[in-house]
């Protein structure tokens, strides 16, 4: 896949400054919940039709990326 980064913008004047898919106001975490929840990509993109496969993929790839860099530290 393409850089993920390069379909995401984060920007403080749109959605309290989220991650969002760019051109959009749908937040990263938008796609992520729906997908928690058991919508297909199909039905995602049937409901908003702004979006494309390669965005829930970005979605996706910048959730992970997050989740790697992330240190736990004891208490």
């Given at each position: 896949?393409k850089?993920?980064a390069?379909?995401?913008?984060?920007?403080?004047?749109?959605?309290?400054?989220?991650?969002?898919?760019?051109g959009?106001r749908?937040?990263?975490?938008?796609?992520?919940?729906?997908?928690?929840?058991?919508?297909?990509?199909?039905q995602?993109?049937?409901?908003?039709?702004?979006?494309?496969e390669?965005?829930?993929?970005?979605?996706?790839?910048?959730?992970?990326?997050?989740?790697?860099?992330?240190?736990?530290?004891?208490?």
């Amino acid at each position: 896949m393409k850089e993920f980064a390069s379909y995401i913008s984060i920007n403080p004047e749109v959605r309290f400054g989220k991650p969002c898919i760019k051109g959009t106001r749908i937040a990263i975490a938008d796609i992520l919940q729906w997908l928690a929840s058991g919508m297909t990509h199909a039905q995602i993109l049937h409901d908003y039709p702004s979006l494309r496969e390669e965005h829930i993929l970005a979605a996706l790839a910048f959730a992970a990326n997050r989740e790697s860099i992330i240190k736990i530290i004891a208490a």
